[in-house]
């Protein structure tokens, strides 16, 4: 049985999925800095997974960055099977890949709409899927999720994120009641408003407003 409340993640793998900029780069060198093993995937920003696998060797770990995009099931699988592979398997799963394409909903585009279930729901369950049969055969794991507000408080112009997050959620509470007997353990983290490039449009509208409503009264950094 695996130690979880532990500042040494050596021996952990971390598959972290967004894991190139922003919440998802943060979460993976994090894991970096108490020498996890952490695979990153990520859809184009090249450059980007580079210098974070670069970030995560300085920080102790051992990294490695894996093109996919994960509206693609059968992209997905072989991510896995890379991630498998090389560090023998895979103990925690950070779902944190997530775009946003805003618009009102009388002129939202369908395309638009596709693309963010295809991406922030569908995607996560593949990845979910993915490790799924690994970690029931090895009795533990950890699959985490990373949600939003919009999936409980909505907001305008996001139909197609709030949605998307909303059924992130109840994905999540279903997998944990499935999978909880095996050892592994589902949950899902729901910020507010983080200082991330995806959020950068709403922060340069609203951000005093945001500010405003939130009780600290500043928005969150990915850290």
């Not at 197609?160 to 999978?179: D, F, M, P, V």
């Amino acid at each position: 049985m695996m130690a979880w409340q532990q500042e040494d993640f050596s021996n952990v793998t971390v598959l972290v999925t967004g894991g190139s900029r922003g919440i998802g780069r943060a979460i993976a060198l994090a894991f970096a800095s108490r020498r996890a093993r952490v695979a990153i995937a990520y859809v184009r920003a090249h450059e980007a997974a580079r210098g974070v696998v670069q970030e995560i060797a300085a920080r102790g770990g051992e990294g490695m960055a894996i093109a996919c995009d994960a509206r693609d099931w059968e992209a997905v699988r072989a991510c896995v099977e890379q991630v498998t592979a090389r560090f023998g398997q895979i103990d925690i799963l950070v779902n944190c890949a997530g775009i946003v394409k805003d618009s009102l909903l009388s002129s939202m585009d369908v395309e638009d709409w596709r693309a963010v279930i295809d991406t922030n729901l569908t995607g996560a369950f593949y990845f979910m899927r993915a490790v799924a049969e690994g970690m029931v055969l090895q009795r533990a794991g950890r699959i985490i999720n990373i949600s939003s507000l919009s999936g409980t408080k909505g907001g305008k112009g996001q139909a197609n994120y709030a949605a998307s997050k909303a059924g992130l959620n109840a994905l999540t509470r279903a997998a944990a009641l499935e999978l909880a007997s095996r050892g592994i353990t589902v949950n899902a983290v729901a910020p507010g408003i983080v200082s991330t490039e995806m959020s950068a449009t709403i922060r340069g509208l609203a951000g005093d407003t945001l500010k405003k409503a939130i009780p600290v009264r500043r928005i969150a950094i990915p850290e």
